[in-house]
């Protein structure tokens, strides 16, 4: 069992609905992340949080906002999504955002937007 | 900038018999190399790293990665392949020189052991 915890692990929304992704993990990380990953295709890095600052946005659009609330939790805000978007979003951590710090995945939450 | 190939879309292989999952990579310092493995329905799973030292890196299940400079390859290796070993592989680096701390994976390679 993985020890980042995603909720939900799955969840179908509407392009006009709001949602949210959760993470969590107790290993006390400092850095968190938020992957995209298509089918059989590799993770998209989407945001980057360290010490509970935002440290990289990859030009992610605006419908995706995340939230760090304390160094335990990472939030992802889905607001009016496309049908594109549909995708199984990862959440990770590390020890620290440094160079030779493995990533520690969730499972993932499998997002389909109709 | 960081890069990352590997070559094959799938491996298949017979049980008991060796496997190899083949990454090169292009980086313009020095790079930590990775290597994740992702079961269906599953976040990725860290297997072993390479940041400094022998170039035999030694992680889990019974998996190994060889460090080549001279052919910017990190092959993963394991002498006899499980049927539980077939899964999705991503190699992946880190630039020391640059690239933002960010992660770069490769584009997967898909293992599939049969009996």
């Known amino acids: 069992d993985t020890e980042v915890t995603q909720t939900p692990k799955h969840l179908v929304m509407g392009m006009t609905n709001k949602k949210s992704l959760k993470c969590e993990q107790h290993m006390g990380h400092r850095a968190m992340y938020w992957y995209k990953q298509k089918a059989k295709k590799p993770p998209e890095l989407m945001f980057v949080?360290?010490?509970?600052?935002?440290?990289i946005n990859e030009s992610v659009p605006s419908r995706f906002s995340p939230e760090c609330p304390n160094s335990s939790l990472l939030n992802l805000h889905l607001h009016a999504l496309q049908p594109e978007d549909s995708a199984l979003y990862l959440c990770?951590?590390?020890?620290?955002?440094?160079?030779?710090?493995?990533?520690?995945f969730g499972n993932g939450t499998r997002l389909t937007v109709t | 900038a960081q890069s990352v190939a590997q070559p094959e879309d799938q491996v298949n292989v017979a049980e008991g018999n060796p496997l190899t999952v083949k990454c090169t990579y292009s980086?313009?310092?020095?790079?930590?190399l990775f290597w994740y493995v992702q079961y269906p329905n599953r976040g990725l799973q860290f297997l072993l790293k390479y940041i400094t030292g022998d170039n035999l890196v030694k992680g889990s299940y019974g998996f190994e990665a060889e460090f080549n400079k001279s052919q910017t390859s990190f092959h993963l290796k394991k002498p006899s392949a499980l049927v539980s070993d077939s899964a999705l592989y991503f190699c992946a680096v880190r630039d020391r020189a640059g690239g933002g701390n960010k992660l770069t994976f490769g584009t997967g390679t898909q293992l599939k052991v049969e009996l």
């Open positions: 990770a951590s590390s020890q620290l955002q440094d160079y030779n710090s493995p990533l520690h």
């Open positions: 949080y360290s010490y509970e600052k935002l440290s």
């Open positions: 980086v313009s310092g020095n790079p930590y």
